[in-house]
């Protein structure tokens, strides 16, 4: 049946292709033909019964949401956080460095530490409150 | 027929229990927790094989191409040694739970 295929098709459209998703794909077509199948033999009109399959079967979100777990999400948060702590400590290194070796008379590296401190804070709070939500 | 919410957060348990006691296939997962709830447990096919992926990819159950039969190739599960210590965990927390409920919610209404 096209119209199943078709409909499977466009709902996993915006998940990267992977094995994964063919062979996952394939089996729920398979399953909602089955299905529809049935129902047709049992007296429904074709379209009723691709409908009905489809609708008993369920929200595909979550299997969505599985397969797209696997690449982004939780490691991907993290790792951008780590790159913004090193990164500032990085920065803030820096500062006292040439801030002692230029200037030891005067203590001005911590004005640009508070500044390039908002970039970690950043990601740590936005992670915060997107886990939240 | 017992809401989903309340079963939801066993369901992995119940999928593992399953699968653990013979490789099964998606399909067939569904009309066993069917048949054996009597239809008093209503998992859409959807959410099943939405928390297949993610036993799978946590590592407590693997998949297999199984043998060709009416036509198509069926994908069968195995519960892994990962995914048993998991299901002992998953069944002591039952019991837990339903001792402390029961503590709350046995008896009659005064």
Redesign the interface.
């Known amino acids: 049946m096209k119209e199943i295929a078709t409909y499977v098709e466009r709902t996993f459209e915006s998940v990267p292709d992977s094995q994964r998703k063919s062979e996952i794909m394939q089996e729920i077509i398979e399953r909602l033909e089955d299905s529809a199948g049935k129902l047709e033999q049992d007296g429904k009109a074709r379209e009723d019964a691709i409908n009905k399959a489809i609708v008993d079967f369920g929200n595909l979100d979550e299997i969505l949401q599985e397969l797209r777990g696997q690449e982004t999400g939780k490691g991907k948060a993290l790792s951008s956080l780590w790159f913004a702590v090193i990164g500032s400590l990085l920065v803030i290194a820096l500062t006292v460095f040439i801030n002692l070796y230029y200037s030891p008379g005067v203590v001005w590296f911590l004005y640009p530490t508070f500044a390039v401190i908002w970039w970690p804070l950043c990601i740590f709070f936005f992670g915060k409150w997107r886990k939240g939500r | 027929m017992v809401s989903s919410d309340l079963l939801r957060g066993h369901l992995e348990t119940i999928l593992l229990r399953l699968i653990g006691e013979t490789d099964r296939y ?2 067939e997962l569904f009309s066993e927790i069917d048949g054996r709830a009597g239809g008093r447990l209503v998992v ?4 099943l ?2 928390v297949l ?2 036993l799978e ?1 946590q590592g407590y159950i693997t998949s297999y191409q199984g043998d060709v039969s009416g036509g ?1 190739k069926r ?1 069968y599960y195995h519960m892994t040694p990962l995914g048993k210590a998991n299901l002992e965990q998953g069944i002591r927390e039952w019991h837990e739970a339903q001792e402390i409920i029961n503590i709350f919610l046995r008896g009659n209404i005064q």
């Open positions: 998606g399909y859409k096919e959807a959410t094989y939405a992926q993610r990819r198509s994908r």
